[in-house]
Each structure stands twice: as structure tokens, then as C-alpha cells.
């Protein structure tokens, strides 16, 4: 900012810096890469997912052919720092090994740091030795625990919250909440108490501003509060279960799996998957803003079968589709 100060002169940092801090919030995006459950089909893809806030980039589960879908939608690769792993089966972790080969054959240099269970790290590592040696990167292993409720990653932007599901293997959620941003500056208050800028940072930060003469502006008088931390909730593969509403309470989207439609109960209890009309009731419950399904079973020709059946419980639900954002 001091740079952008000297190179602009005051009065037009100030324009630079009141249009760069606008009310317009931040970006926070979902991407879907692979919607389909256990057996791709020619429609859908395996499960993954890539969260883009703030520019940084977060992926979910790293199904079979994440990579191709990945270079579809014309996400950076350059920018992907992070990926969590729900749980161990193939469908949300068979695309990792090539992803890692691939990011290492554009030159990467970033640490690739990836969060699952500890059993990852002990199949992927002698595959990353004999096909990955001499990569100019290193891949992290964090793992974190079976039945994990606690923040397994977080930065100036984000943390990220592990949270047990009821599946046939040991299977995790995760919630990503947004860290609060600064308040907003009023520019024409800044002008007119002709604050200089070595001071606006203070004041987006809470700070009252002192003038020449002793007075005190109020902050409340220089600034517009910030929008509110929005929250995105990844619940994978899992059985219905109204308990885990203590982790999706709130969520602004809720991506819930919804692999069978009701008609197949009985198959969803016994594969611990969830139907359409259960996938709703987990956001009624939650009081999510929005719900999103997907993972859907390659029976299904026709997802608007599911689509209509979580409508009736929960109006406000979309289908996830390959290529498409879901801004938050």
C-alpha cells in the first residue's frame, strides 16, 4: 500500500483504495470436477470438488480423472495448495497419484500438503517413491484421526473443520468457515477528516481515529461493518444422520450426497449412503441457505427424480453438475 501510495500521490490512493475495499464480498466458489458415486459412467465423473476462496485454492476427494476435469473447467494448478481426503475408497482418492505426477511434470515447487486419514500416507508413499523420485516438490502428509472433530487446517482465510460420518469404512465431512474480513472504509468520511492513509489499515481494523487536535472519531462513524464469515459443509459418503447438525448448523451451501432417490431406502441403509429426500432433511435441519446434492448412483439416467424429491422437503436445492460454480 505504501508503494501504491507513492506511485498514485494521496488523493489517488484514496480512490485506489476505496475502490480495491467495496461492499462486494470476496470470492467463494465450489467447483465440481466429479459428482457420480462408485462407478463412473460416461456422464459423470468420480468424486472432486475444488473450493476457491480468495483466490487460494482447496480440493476435496481426488476421484479418477480429477485431473483431466480439473484442466476442463481452467482452474491453476499453480494455485492448489491443499486437498482433503473424506475417506479410503477409490471413488474419492484413485485420481490422487496422478495428480501428484502431473503437478510435478509442470515444474512444481509449492509443498503439496494433503489431509486424510493415516492409512493414506502409508499406501501412497512407497508409490510416491518409485514413480515420484526427484520431483522438485515434496507432498505433506496430515493426517488427523478416525472419528476427528477438530480444525485440521487453517490459514488467514479459512479454517477447516473434520467432522465423523456413518459410512462403511471410517469417512469424514468437512467445514470450511471463512475467516471475518476488515470492516469497510466510508470514503468520504476518510476525506472528510482528511485521514492519511498510514492510518486507514488501524481504522479497518477496529480503531477509532484521533485527529490533529485531540478529537476522537468513533469507528462506527469511518466505517460499514464487514459482510458476515460464510461457511460451506461437505458431508461425503454417509448415512442419514440428524447428530452431525451440530457441524452443518448454518451452512451458507451444504453439499450433502444424495446417491439414491427414496424408493431405494432399503439399498441406501445397507450400502450407509443417503437418498434425496434424507439429503434434504439434513438441510432443513441445519438451517442451510442453500443445498446442494450430488454423488449420484450410475443407476440414474435422470437426476431430476432427486432433484424433485429433496425440493419437496427443502425448496432451495440444486443439482451438482461436472463444470459448473456455485458461487457461495
Known amino acids: 500500500m505504501q508503494f501504491v501510495a507513492r506511485i498514485l500521490g494521496e488523493t489517488g490512493y484514496y480512490r485506489y483504495f476505496c475502490a480495491t475495499n467495496s461492499l462486494t464480498m470476496e470470492k467463494f466458489e465450489v467447483h465440481?470436477?466429479?459428482?457420480g458415486s462408485a462407478l463412473?459412467?460416461?456422464?459423470?465423473?468420480?468424486?472432486?470438488?475444488?473450493?476457491?476462496?480468495r483466490d487460494k485454492l482447496y480440493m476435496i476427494d481426488c476421484g479418477e480423472g480429477t485431473q483431466s476435469q480439473y484442466r476442463r473447467v481452467g482452474l491453476s494448478f499453480s494455485r492448489l495448495g491443499h486437498i482433503f481426503i473424506s475417506h479410503l475408497h477409490g471413488d474419492h482418492c484413485f485420481g490422487l497419484m496422478g495428480l501428484i505426477s502431473t503437478l510435478g511434470l509442470l515444474g512444481r515447487t509449492a509443498t503439496l500438503h494433503i489431509h486424510a486419514f493415516p492409512e493414506l500416507e502409508a499406501l501412497m508413499r512407497p508409490w510416491l517413491t518409485y514413480f515420484c523420485e526427484g520431483m522438485a516438490y515434496e507432498?505433506?502428509?496430515?493426517?488427523?484421526?478416525?472419528?476427528?472433530?477438530?480444525?485440521?487446517?487453517?490459514?488467514?482465510?479459512?479454517?477447516?473443520?473434520?467432522?465423523?460420518?456413518?459410512?462403511?469404512?471410517?469417512?469424514?465431512?468437512?467445514?470450511?468457515?471463512?475467516?471475518?474480513?476488515?470492516?469497510?472504509?466510508?470514503?468520504?468520511?476518510?476525506?472528510?477528516?482528511?485521514?492519511?492513509?498510514?492510518?486507514?489499515?488501524?481504522?479497518?481494523?477496529?480503531?477509532d481515529y484521533v485527529t490533529p487536535e485531540g478529537k476522537v472519531v468513533p469507528n462506527s462513524r469511518l466505517t460499514t461493518p464487514a459482510a458476515p464469515p460464510r461457511k460451506y459443509?461437505?458431508?461425503?459418503?454417509?448415512?442419514?444422520?440428524?447428530?452431525?447438525?451440530?457441524?452443518?448448523?448454518?451452512?451458507?451451501?451444504?453439499?450433502?450426497?444424495?446417491?439414491?432417490?427414496?424408493?431405494?431406502?432399503?439399498?441406501a441403509e445397507q450400502t450407509c449412503h443417503s437418498t434425496?429426500?434424507?439429503?434434504?432433511?439434513?438441510?432443513?435441519?441445519?438451517?442451510?441457505k442453500q443445498l446442494l446434492i450430488g454423488h449420484y448412483s450410475a443407476r440414474y439416467t435422470d437426476e431430476r427424480v432427486l432433484l424433485d424429491e429433496a425440493r419437496?422437503?427443502?425448496?432451495?436445492?440444486?443439482?451438482?453438475e461436472e463444470g459448473k460454480c456455485y458461487r457461495i
Do not use: W
Request: charged residues 20%.
Open 32 to 35: 465440481i470436477l466429479g459428482c
Open 40 to 53: 463412473p459412467t460416461t456422464r459423470h465423473n468420480a468424486t472432486s470438488q475444488v473450493i476457491d476462496l
Open 139 to 207: 507432498v505433506e502428509f496430515h493426517p488427523f484421526a478416525h472419528g476427528c472433530t477438530d480444525i485440521i487446517h487453517e490459514d488467514r482465510s479459512v479454517s477447516v473443520q473434520a467432522f465423523p460420518l456413518s459410512h462403511r469404512v471410517p469417512c469424514c465431512g468437512f467445514v470450511f468457515q471463512e475467516k471475518p474480513t476488515a470492516a469497510h472504509i466510508k470514503r468520504e468520511m476518510i476525506d472528510f477528516y482528511e485521514i492519511p492513509f498510514s492510518q486507514v489499515n488501524r481504522i479497518k481494523n477496529g480503531e
Open 233 to 267: 459443509v461437505y458431508c461425503s459418503d454417509t448415512k442419514f444422520n440428524p447428530n452431525n447438525v451440530q457441524y452443518t448448523k448454518g451452512a451458507d451451501l451444504l453439499f450433502h450426497e444424495a446417491t439414491f432417490a427414496e424408493d431405494r431406502a432399503a439399498r
Open 276 to 288: 434425496a429426500r434424507q439429503a434434504a432433511e439434513m438441510a432443513r435441519l441445519s438451517g442451510a
Open 312 to 320: 419437496e422437503v427443502f425448496p432451495n436445492t440444486l443439482l451438482a
